[in-house]
């Protein structure tokens, strides 16, 4: 399991605890190392590897954490996701101070969505 500094994890439950969607602290080797509340609700473990979740032996095609990590900035993609029906605005924001920790999450934004957009009947 990935050490990370107590006052960083103290940082990550003060800043995202209360966020009303799941969020993950992530090592750059996808360990996640910590969850908020939102992400415990839904039985998110620490421990594991991210892209376990959906599941896969491998970092997600649309992972976005090793150009945030490499570039040093915050980095967002918006996408439809076919298998939860809606759209994700993501975001993958590195740690200040911790090169190898990032922190993930996604909102789904599908109400603000243009209609237009939206996937017909039965697509």
Sequence with gaps: MIEVKPEVLRA??????????PVMLIHKSREIVAV??????LGLPVGILCHSLYPS???????????????GQAVRKTAYVASQSCFMDGFWIPVVGEPELYVHFG???T??????LLPAAGE
């Design 12 to 21: 990550f439950e003060m800043m995202w605890g209360l966020h009303p969607g």
């Design 36 to 41: 908020n509340q939102a992400a415990a609700t």
């Design 57 to 71: 032996d491998k970092p997600c095609p649309g992972c976005m954490a090793n150009k945030a990590l490499n570039q």
């Design 107 to 109: 909102n789904n934004i």
């Design 111 to 116: 109400e603000f969505v243009r209609p237009e």
